[in-house]
């Protein structure tokens, strides 16, 4: 199931180095193997729910969340080229007008954002969003309903895969194999990023997303999806 393995700089699926339930010892399973993973207030690993295995990464939300710390900073250093960011995630409902970050990949020379996918809601709808730096590039929005990764009061959550695509200069956001009609072309070099966070903003400031995430993969030079696919894993 992982393809271009070569090319995968980070893998947390939270089985490694045990799926204990409210452990926050999560091994890096990539060929890199060198990424250091940090949980901050109540994100820990969680056995309650999981898409595969036997656990995964909960965020309850508020100022908790993960760090990677990247200790080989060119890992991360996507350049112009292509990439993949991918996962699964089970979010619970997302308030109108707040808009949670799933991931922040940040430079801590200047403080400043490199990339960034976040969800939000206005209205009835809900949405993924892209950013590089503080621009945003690309978004999806979706009619909320029970087949919609962020929820309105009363539905239940289930999961859903999410991948991030760059390929030939073009980005789009795959939500269960599909991709949304909007696309955008992007030709930024995005180099810097020391600190991965997973479920809020790097500084950890009431930007956390409610949600657990399992098989968070993330692979520089190789766009894995350039038309809509069937889910299977990563």
């Given at each position: 199931?992982?393809e271009?393995?070569?090319?995968t700089v980070?893998?947390?699926?939270?089985?490694?180095p045990?799926?204990t339930?409210g452990?926050?010892?999560?091994?890096?399973?990539?060929d890199?193997?060198?990424h250091?993973?940090?949980a901050?207030?109540?994100?820990a690993?969680?056995?309650?729910?999981?898409?595969?295995g036997?656990?995964?990464l909960e965020?309850?939300?508020?100022?908790?969340?993960f760090t990677v710390?990247?200790?080989?900073?060119t890992?991360?250093n996507?350049?112009t080229?292509?990439?993949?960011?991918e996962?699964?995630?089970?979010?619970?409902?997302v308030?109108?007008g707040?808009?949670?970050?799933?991931l922040?990949?940040?430079?801590s020379?200047d403080?400043?954002?490199v990339?960034?996918?976040s969800s939000?809601?206005?209205?009835?709808?809900?949405?993924?969003k892209?950013?590089?730096?503080?621009?945003?590039?690309?978004?999806?929005t979706?009619?909320?309903?029970?087949?919609n990764p962020?929820?309105?009061?009363?539905v239940t959550?289930?999961?859903f895969h999410i991948a991030?695509?760059?390929a030939?200069?073009?980005?789009?956001?795959?939500v269960?194999?599909?991709a949304?009609?909007?696309?955008?072309s992007?030709s930024?070099d995005?180099?810097?990023?020391?600190?991965?966070s997973?479920g809020?903003?790097a500084?950890?400031s009431q930007r956390?997303?409610?949600?657990?995430?399992d098989?968070?993969?993330?692979?520089?030079?190789?766009?894995?999806?350039?038309?809509n696919f069937?889910?299977?894993?990563?």
């Open positions: 199931p992982y271009n393995f070569d090319k980070l893998l947390l699926n939270a089985e490694a045990a799926a339930d452990s926050t010892e999560i091994q890096d399973l990539s890199q193997g060198n250091v993973t940090t901050h207030g109540g994100a690993i969680t056995t309650d729910q999981y898409k595969f036997a656990a995964s965020v309850p939300g508020g100022n908790d969340g710390n990247i200790t080989d900073e890992a991360f996507f350049g080229g292509d990439f993949t960011v996962f699964w995630m089970r979010s619970y409902e308030s109108s707040h808009y949670p970050t799933i922040d990949a940040w430079d020379s403080d400043s954002t990339w960034l996918l939000g809601q206005t209205g009835t709808s809900t949405a993924l892209y950013y590089e730096g503080a621009i945003g590039v690309v978004g999806d979706f009619t909320a309903n029970d087949t962020w929820f309105q009061s009363g959550p289930a999961w991030l695509v760059r030939s200069g073009t980005v789009k956001i795959y269960n194999g599909t949304d009609t909007t696309t955008a992007s930024t995005l180099t810097g990023a020391d600190r991965l997973i809020n903003r500084t950890m956390g997303i409610h949600a657990q995430i098989d968070l993969r993330i692979d520089k030079g190789n766009a894995k999806y350039t038309a069937t889910v299977t894993d990563n």
